[in-house]
Structure formats: structure tokens, C-alpha cells
């Protein structure tokens, strides 16, 4: 019998070598999810069993994270209210 000559492999196409990074890409980001979502179970219960050990303080570290959420948001609406209020201030430049 003959012997097979091992050919070299034929360059891939660009469709392909996108297709294969999008294949990785997409099995990278369901690994993160997944970490994530766990990471969330945990604090949830870590949450919860803090919760059920002191209620008080639990009610009060969630009084101050809406009113820290409440800032940020008063503070972005005023920002972004400074924004337009600059574009609507901004006088065209006379034609020569």
C-alpha cells in the first residue's frame, strides 16, 4: 500500500475563523454568567440569613442603599438636565 502524505492543513476562511471565535466567545460569556448567577445565589442567601439575624439593621442598610440610589439618580438627572440646558444656551456662530 501506499503512504498517505500528511498535507497541510488549508488556511481557514475568514468566515470560519470568525464563526470559531464567536463559538468561543459565546462559551466564555455562558461560563461567566454562570458565575455570576452563582455569585448572586450567594449573596442572596448570605442576604437573606443576615436578614433573619437582625432584621433592624438589615431594614436600615436597605434604607440607605435607596437613598444612596436616590442621590445618584437626582445627580444624573441634574447632570444630564446641565447638558441640555448648555445646547439649548449655545448661540450659532455667524455666518462670514
Keep these: 500500500m501506499a503512504e498517505e502524505i500528511d498535507k497541510p492543513e488549508e488556511p481557514k ?9 464567536a463559538g468561543d466567545a459565546a462559551e466564555e460569556a455562558k461560563s461567566l454568567l454562570s ?11 448570605a442576604t ?6 437582625s432584621p433592624i439593621t438589615a431594614a436600615g442598610i436597605a434604607a440607605g442603599a435607596a ?8 445627580g444624573a438627572s441634574k447632570l444630564i438636565g446641565s ?8 448661540k ?4 462670514a
Design 13 to 21: 476562511s475568514v468566515i470560519d475563523q470568525a464563526q470559531a471565535l
Design 35 to 45: 458565575r455570576a448567577q452563582e455569585a448572586i445565589g450567594d449573596a442572596v442567601e
Design 48 to 53: 437573606i440569613d443576615a436578614v433573619k439575624a
Design 67 to 74: 437613598v444612596t440610589v436616590a442621590g445618584v439618580a437626582y
Design 83 to 90: 447638558d441640555e440646558d448648555d445646547k439649548k444656551t449655545t
Design 92 to 95: 450659532p456662530k455667524p455666518k
